[in-house]
C-alpha cells in the first residue's frame, strides 16, 4: 500500500544545489535539517549502506523535493515498495495487478497498463521520495564511498498513515487476487507513538480480513524503532503473513529488535556470513514460524544481499524454490544493468565458493559447483536454497532492486493448498 514518485538523482549533487559543504557524517533517526540531511547522507556513504529517513518539515521538504526534481539528470520513476512490486509483476502480460496507494497524477502517468488503480486511491497531489544515488569509490570531502548504494528520504504523510490499506482489503472482494503483497509498514515510523500503535492495530485487523486461502508476502524495509519492529515480529503482523522478504540491514535489526541470534552484532563487515544469516533465518521460522504448536502462518523467509539470495522455507508449503530463488538472482542481474539478460561482461562474482551452514549448531561445510550454482541445505524441518547472484559491475539503477528480486521470486513460487 505505498506509493510514490521517486527522484533520482546523485547525493553529492543535490546537496551541492542546496549550498551545504562536505562535512563528518552522523546518523539521524529522523531528518528535522538540511543539516541532519548532510550528515545522515555522509554517515551512510561512509559506509556504502543503503538507508531510508523521514524528514519532517514539509515546507523544507517541499522545497529540496522541488531543487531535486528540477535538476539536471534528475530522473522520475514509480517509487515505493508496494508499487514497485506491482510494476515488476506487471511486466508479465498475463498478470493483472490491483495497486492501493497515495497515486498523484504524476504516478498514475508511469504505472504499467496492466496495474488497477481504484478511484479511491487517486489524489491530487504526488508523494515524492528523494533517491540520493553515490557510486563505488565516489568522493566528497574527506568521505569515500566503499561501494554505490543510495540514501532515501521523504515526507510522505499518507504513505505513513497506511492511508490505502483499508481501500485494499474493501477492494479484493470483487478483484479475487491469488496472491497479496503487502509492503509500507516502514513509513509508519514518522508517526508518534500512539498514533502508530493505533494504526498498526488497525492494519492488523484489516489484514486479518484478507482469506485465508490467499496467500500474504510482506516486504520489509529499513527501520530504526526497534520497540515498533518488534510489535510487527512478535505481537501481530508476522503470524499473519505467509511469506516476508528482507535484506541484510533488515535481517540484522529484526534480530536486535527481538533478542535473537547473533543480536550483538553491530553491523555486517563486507559479504554478510552465510552461517549467521542462516542461523537469523532459522530462527524466524523456528520461533515466529508455524509449527505443529503454533498459531502463525509464516513458512517462507526470501533473503537478498548484494552477493547471494537465500530462500528459505518450512517443509510443506512451498514448491519450485531452486526456480524462485534463481528467478530473484537473475532480476537482480539483469536489472541494476539495465539488460535484457545477463551479460557476463558486466557482471562479476562477489558470493563466498565456501561457506559453513551455521554458527552456532555443528554446521556443514559448502562448495559452490558452477554446474549447479543453487546449493539446497536442510535443518529441522526447515530447507535453505542459497545462490549465487552476478553482481551488476557498474550499476545503472539500485532502486527496487529487492523489490524486483522479491517479487520474481514469488512470481516463480509454487504455494501447496493446505
Request: net charge negative; aromatic share 8%.
Amino acid at each position: 500500500v505505498n506509493a510514490c514518485v521517486d527522484v533520482v538523482l546523485s547525493g553529492v549533487k543535490l546537496l551541492e544545489a542546496l549550498g551545504l559543504e562536505p562535512g563528518d557524517g552522523k546518523n539521524h533517526a529522523v531528518l528535522n535539517s538540511r543539516q541532519d540531511l548532510k550528515e545522515a547522507f555522509t554517515h551512510f556513504m561512509e559506509k556504502g549502506a543503503a538507508a531510508e529517513r523521514f524528514f519532517s518539515d514539509a515546507e523544507s521538504f517541499h522545497h529540496i523535493a522541488q531543487t531535486a526534481s528540477e535538476y539536471p539528470g534528475a530522473q522520475l520513476y514509480v517509487g515505493g515498495n508496494a508499487a514497485l512490486i506491482g510494476q515488476k509483476l506487471a511486466t508479465n502480460p498475463d498478470l493483472k495487478i490491483l495497486l492501493c496507494g497515495p497515486v498523484g497524477p504524476k504516478l498514475h502517468e508511469l504505472l504499467d497498463d496492466n496495474v488497477v488503480v481504484p478511484p479511491e486511491s487517486m489524489q491530487e497531489r504526488d508523494e515524492f521520495h528523494l533517491i540520493l544515488e553515490y557510486q563505488a569509490g565516489e568522493e566528497w570531502g574527506q568521505v569515500r564511498a566503499p561501494n554505490a548504494n543510495r540514501f532515501i528520504f521523504s515526507h510522505d504523510l499518507s504513505n505513513g498513515a497506511l492511508n490505502m490499506l483499508e481501500v485494499f482489503v474493501s477492494s479484493l472482494d470483487e478483484f479475487q487476487p491469488d496472491l497479496v503483497v503487502l509492503s509500507g509498514l516502514h513509513m509508519m515510523e514518522g508517526q508518534s507513538k500512539e498514533m502508530r500503535q493505533r494504526r498498526l492495530m488497525e492494519a492488523v485487523a484489516s489484514i486479518s480480513d484478507i482469506p485465508t486461502d490467499i496467500p500474504i508476502h510482506l516486504e520489509l524495509a529499513s527501520m530504526t524503532d526497534q520497540d515498533f519492529m518488534s510489535n510487527i515480529i512478535h505481537q501481530q503482523v508476522f503470524p499473519l503473513v505467509n511469506s516476508i522478504g528482507l535484506n541484510e540491514q533488515e535481517l540484522l535489526f529484526l534480530t536486535q529488535s527481538a533478542s535473537g541470534p547473533h543480536a550483538a552484532l553491530a553491523s555486517w563487515s563486507g559479504v554478510p556470513d552465510v552461517g549467521v544469516v542462516s542461523d537469523i533465518l532459522f530462527w524466524i521460522l523456528k520461533e515466529h514460524g508455524k509449527t505443529a504448536e503454533r498459531a502463525s502462518d509464516l513458512t517462507r523467509v526470501h533473503f537478498h544481499t548484494l552477493a547471494y539470495h537465500i530462500l528459505v522455507t518450512v517443509d510443506g508449503y512451498w514448491g519450485n524454490q531452486v526456480a524462485a530463488v534463481a528467478a530473484g538472482a537473475r532480476a537482480a542481474g539483469t536489472q541494476a544493468c539495465a539488460t535484457e539478460t545477463i551479460d557476463t561482461s558486466k557482471v562479476f562474482l562477489k558470493a563466498p565458493l565456501e561457506f559453513v551452514t551455521s554458527q552456532i549448531e555443528a554446521p556443514s561445510k559448502i562448495s559452490l559447483n558452477p554446474d549447479e550454482p543453487v546449493v539446497h541445505w536442510h535443518r529441522e524441518g526447515i530447507s535453505f536454497h542459497f545462490t549465487p547472484v552476478l553482481v551488476c559491475k557498474d550499476p545503472v539503477r539500485t532502486v527496487g532492486l529487492g523489490d524486483a528480486i522479491s517479487a520474481e521470486g514469488l512470481l516463480y513460487s509454487e504455494v501447496y493448498p493446505q
